[in-house]
């Protein structure tokens, strides 16, 4: 019989933990004496305590207990060290529990736990090696780098922070980031802070919160949900209450936050327009406008400058003096549903683009200014004119523009 602080773990797997109660008096032998003779030939004799023993399978057993001189109870807790397998340590554990005499004494053994004790060492190593990486200022030698991977994503998951009012899980990136990515619950938060992105937070539920509908108005917003069932209703939630701009899902039966860094980057490079998806859901533009929260936007957050300009042929065109000179005329030469890149000081970067290929033109043509086409402004378009640094968008008009960038300059122009 040993103390808990003297147990020996450098050479055992787990720590079998059980708490007792007897009525009556009972010394560290009697328990042990019960143990050992109630437990004969339970399961077999290879998992026989006294064999186990002789073997060095299990440790010495420690045996703390309390007398309670009012209630006539002897209480304590037993510690057995196991150098077994799971399967051999969860039925020595059960066995355990079978003891209900303690010598003349009715008495009664329950687990508590199973100690992992190589867990419990590499938590340690990590903590430790997480507090060495705060206060070490040394460039980490290259074959250190699987250790330290796995002490910067606990360093990540330590940023998690509270947003709004209801304290919502979320990155430290979402004030500062033009993009946003919604995922179901913490433990999403947790595995994408792991895994570098920082502008994520959880809606925690169906009932999407204020401050994230708020935070959609603002933002180029993906919504980044579970492969299940419960994946749909919380992306219906959002359709209807969030200005989401696209969508993408962890493969089908499978959880955001169990996912792998590549699979993470996967899913989010695969994410899918909000248009198609509302397509496939059956859901009509105008069940979104007519929604309170849409309804409420200012005018000023959803419109361009509504310039009238009457294109009368592809050579000729009346342009409206509102729209600067070193734009207008290439306006009035423009082709009918094609497009010119411009970069600074009105440089011709690119001419004569088909519409069809103009977001290519553009994420592949470095120092883009301005851009000016016969066709539609989308939001998909403002979302990569954003990203890329374009100052100036002239098009023909505007469709289903929610979100306006402040840095970009919008004219249009009607036949």
Same mark, same amino acid.
């Given at each position: 019989?040993?103390?808990?602080?003297?147990?020996?773990?450098?050479? $055992?797997?787990?720590?079998?933990?059980?708490?007792?109660?007897?009525?009556?008096?009972?010394?560290?032998?009697?328990?042990?004496?019960?143990?050992?003779?109630?437990?004969?030939?339970?399961?077999?004799?290879?998992?026989?305590?006294?064999?186990?023993?002789?073997?060095?399978?299990?440790?010495?057993?420690?045996?703390?207990?309390?007398?309670? @001189?009012?209630?006539?109870?002897?209480?304590?807790?037993?510690?057995?060290?196991?150098?077994?397998?799971?399967?051999?340590?969860?039925?020595?554990?059960? %066995?355990?529990?079978?003891?209900?005499?303690?010598?003349?004494?009715?008495?009664?053994?329950?687990?508590?736990?199973?100690?992992?004790?190589?867990?419990?060492?590499?938590?340690?190593?990590? &903590?430790?090696?997480?507090?060495?990486?705060?206060?070490?200022?040394?460039?980490?030698?290259?074959?250190?780098?699987?250790?330290?991977?796995?002490?910067?994503?606990?360093?990540?998951?330590?940023?998690?922070?509270?947003?709004?009012?209801?304290?919502?899980?979320?990155?430290?990136?979402?004030?500062?980031?033009?993009?946003?990515?919604?995922?179901?619950?913490?433990?999403?938060?947790?595995?994408?802070?792991?895994?570098?992105?920082?502008?994520?937070?959880?809606?925690?539920?169906?009932?999407?919160?204020?401050?994230?509908?708020?935070?959609?108005?603002?933002?180029? &917003?993906?919504?980044?949900?579970?492969?299940?069932?419960?994946?749909?209703?919380?992306?219906?939630?959002?359709?209807?209450?969030?200005?989401?701009?696209?969508?993408?899902?962890?493969?089908?039966?499978?959880?955001?936050?169990?996912?792998?860094?590549?699979?993470?980057?996967?899913?989010?490079?695969? @994410?899918?327009?909000?248009?198609?998806?509302?397509?496939?859901?059956?859901?009509?533009?105008?069940?979104?406008?007519?929604?309170?929260?849409?309804?409420?936007?200012?005018?000023?957050?959803?419109?361009?400058?509504?310039?009238?300009?009457?294109?009368?042929?592809?050579?000729? %065109?009346?342009?409206? %003096?509102?729209?600067?000179?070193?734009? %207008?005329?290439?306006?009035?030469?423009?082709?009918?549903?094609?497009?010119?890149?411009?970069?600074?000081?009105? @440089?011709?970067?690119?001419?004569?683009?088909?519409?069809?290929?103009?977001?290519?033109?553009?994420?592949?043509?470095?120092?883009?200014?301005?851009?000016?086409?016969?066709?539609?402004?989308?939001?998909?378009?403002?979302?990569?004119?954003?990203?890329?640094?374009?100052?100036?968008?002239?098009?023909?008009?505007?469709?289903? $523009?929610?979100?306006?960038?402040?840095?970009?300059?919008?004219?249009?122009?009607?036949?």
């Amino acid at each position: 019989m040993v103390n808990e602080e003297e147990i020996d773990t450098s050479t $055992v797997k787990y720590l079998i933990h059980e708490k007792f109660s007897i009525n009556g008096v009972a010394e560290r032998s009697d328990i042990i004496g019960a143990l050992f003779g109630q437990t004969e030939g339970l399961i077999g004799e290879g998992l026989d305590l006294r064999e186990l023993q002789k073997t060095s399978r299990i440790g010495r057993i420690a045996v703390k207990l309390q007398y309670q @001189k009012k209630q006539r109870k002897t209480i304590g807790t037993i510690i057995v060290p196991s150098s077994l397998d799971r399967v051999e340590t969860a039925l020595l554990a059960a %066995a355990l529990e079978t003891v209900d005499r303690v010598g003349p004494c009715v008495g009664k053994i329950s687990l508590l736990k199973i100690e992992d004790v190589r867990e419990s060492k590499r938590r340690q190593i990590i &903590t430790r090696a997480s507090q060495i990486l705060k206060t070490w200022d040394h460039e980490i030698a290259p074959d250190s780098i699987s250790v330290l991977e796995e002490v910067l994503k606990e360093a990540r998951i330590s940023i998690i922070q509270k947003y709004g009012k209801e304290e919502l899980p979320a990155g430290p990136g979402i004030q500062d980031s033009d993009n946003l990515i919604i995922v179901e619950g913490r433990a999403d938060v947790v595995n994408l802070l792991k895994h570098g992105f920082r502008n994520v937070i959880a809606v925690q539920g169906t009932n999407v919160p204020s401050d994230v509908i708020e935070l959609t108005r603002k933002k180029v &917003t993906t919504a980044f949900l579970d492969g299940d069932h419960g994946g749909e209703l919380i992306l219906r939630e959002l359709i209807h209450l969030t200005d989401l701009d696209y969508v993408t899902k962890a493969p089908p039966n499978r959880e955001v936050e169990e996912l792998s860094s590549k699979e993470l980057l996967k899913a989010l490079r695969s @994410k899918i327009p909000i248009e198609q998806i509302m397509k496939e859901m059956n859901i009509l533009p105008e069940d979104i406008q007519s929604s309170d929260e849409v309804a409420n936007k200012s005018q000023s957050e959803v419109a361009p400058k509504e310039i009238p300009i009457i294109v009368q042929s592809q050579q000729s %065109a009346s342009v409206a %003096a509102k729209i600067p000179r070193t734009l %207008a005329r290439f306006v009035e030469n423009l082709s009918e549903q094609e497009a010119i890149l411009l970069g600074a000081k009105s @440089k011709i970067l690119k001419e004569q683009i088909p519409i069809s290929e103009l977001i290519d033109s553009i994420l592949e043509t470095d120092d883009v200014e301005t851009v000016i086409f016969d066709g539609i402004i989308t939001q998909r378009l403002l979302d990569v004119a954003l990203e890329r640094g374009i100052k100036n968008i002239v098009g023909a008009k505007q469709h289903d $523009v929610t979100k306006k960038p402040l840095d970009i300059d919008l004219y249009t122009f009607s036949e």
